[in-house]
T-cell receptor, first 111, second 117 residues
């Protein structure tokens, strides 16, 4: 699975959009981009995933560049409850493929 | 999203005893379940992958005789930490891979915090 690079930490003001970048320059054509987050002392929570098209759900939007070498997770109106570690993971979408967690980005939402 | 539960949520045990942790997929069938371990201020580390009805596949460096995994049904997997020692104290998290309809997504349990005295 391709390696990802994320900034170790970010801050965002409550109510503003939080944009979390992720670089995955060695991603293969059949690898998806997954985003999870982990709130302190809890299990990871699935947020969104995509292959090449931008995706949106009730939690977030995922913007993938045309060359697929990077992506951005957007939380449109961040709240204090969005404070967590966010993990960007790339892996083959089909089959029982394991998720390999990096260090993620620690996002702090400030009042 | 799909729901995965773990029991117990936390456990304290004496050194040398064995501890069993249950992982259940509540509203979907999980053909594959994964067990992770997380130490303080570190990321999740995969311990093993288990498929229903077959033996688990362990990651390098994880002792299969110490961490016994049983995946007897499509909704239940158990992790038994045998002869636990203080260095086994950690946060153990399981995840289940949904069969179909939910895509190839893993859903995680809330975790079990183990403290070995």
């Amino acid at each position: 699975d391709a390696k990802t690079t994320q900034p170790p930490s970010m801050d965002c003001a409550e109510g503003r959009a939080a944009n979390l970048p992720c670089n995955h320059s060695t991603i293969s054509g059949n690898e998806y981009v997954y985003w999870y987050r982990q709130i302190h002392s809890q299990g990871p929570q699935y947020i969104i995933h995509g292959l090449k098209n931008n995706e949106t759900n009730e939690m977030a939007s995922l913007i993938i560049t045309e060359d697929r070498k990077s992506s951005t997770l957007i939380l449109p109106h961040a709240t204090l409850r969005d404070t967590a570690v966010y993990y960007c993971i790339v892996r083959v979408g089909q089959g029982a493929q394991k998720l390999v967690f990096g260090q993620g980005t620690r996002l702090t939402i400030n009042p | 999203g799909a729901v995965v539960s773990q029991h117990p949520s936390w456990v304290i045990c004496k050194s040398g005893t064995s501890v069993k942790i249950e992982c259940r997929s509540l509203d979907f069938q999980a053909t594959t379940m994964f067990w992770y371990r997380q130490f303080p201020k570190q990321s999740l580390m995969l311990m093993a992958t288990s498929n229903e009805g077959s033996k688990a596949t362990y990651e390098q460096g994880v002792e299969k005789d110490k961490f016994l995994i049983n995946h007897a049904s499509l909704t239940l997997s158990t992790l038994t930490v045998t002869s636990a020692h203080p260095e086994d104290s950690s946060f153990y998290i399981c995840s289940g891979r949904a069969l179909a309809g939910l895509g190839e997504t893993q859903y995680f349990g809330p975790g079990t915090r183990l403290l070995v005295l």
